[in-house]
């Protein structure tokens, strides 16, 4: 089992970049996939990107391709998301979440333990 708190949200202007943060206790970080999935108010939660367990594959939406990047330190047990070139689409509650095997998805359906969240909100 793994906890997962995420850090970094905040009030940003649309052009701006944040990076949001991961923390994860637990036994073997390094055998969960991560993912990152963000919910607007009245819409459903969407993926964002994923990183697989050594953090050589990621994944992205299409909407933030170019523009955000997932990393991750195993000796740390955090993983990252940078965002570039924020747009108030951008404006969202973001999740991070854990899957126990090495292979990422992009479902939410896919992870089995989520953080509580850090919004992000993105002015014009």
């Known amino acids: 089992q793994v906890q997962l708190v995420e850090s970094g949200g905040g009030l940003v202007q649309a052009g701006d970049s944040l990076r949001l943060s991961c923390a994860a206790s637990?036994?073997?970080?390094?055998?969960?996939?991560m993912g990152w999935f963000r919910q607007a108010p009245g819409k459903e939660r969407e993926f964002v990107g994923c990183?697989?367990?050594?953090?050589?594959?990621?994944d992205y939406a299409d909407s933030v391709k170019g523009r955000f990047t997932i990393s991750r330190d195993n000796a740390k047990n955090t993983v990252s998301l940078q965002m570039n070139s924020l747009q108030r689409e951008d404006t969202a509650v973001y999740y991070c979440?854990?899957?126990?095997?090495?292979?990422?998805?992009?479902?939410?359906?896919?992870?089995?333990?989520w953080g509580q969240g850090t919004q992000v909100t993105v002015s014009s």
């Open positions: 979440a854990a899957r126990p095997v090495s292979k990422a998805y992009a479902s939410r359906y896919e992870y089995d333990y």
């Open positions: 637990g036994r073997a970080f390094s055998n969960y996939a």
């Open positions: 990183i697989n367990w050594s953090g050589i594959s990621t």
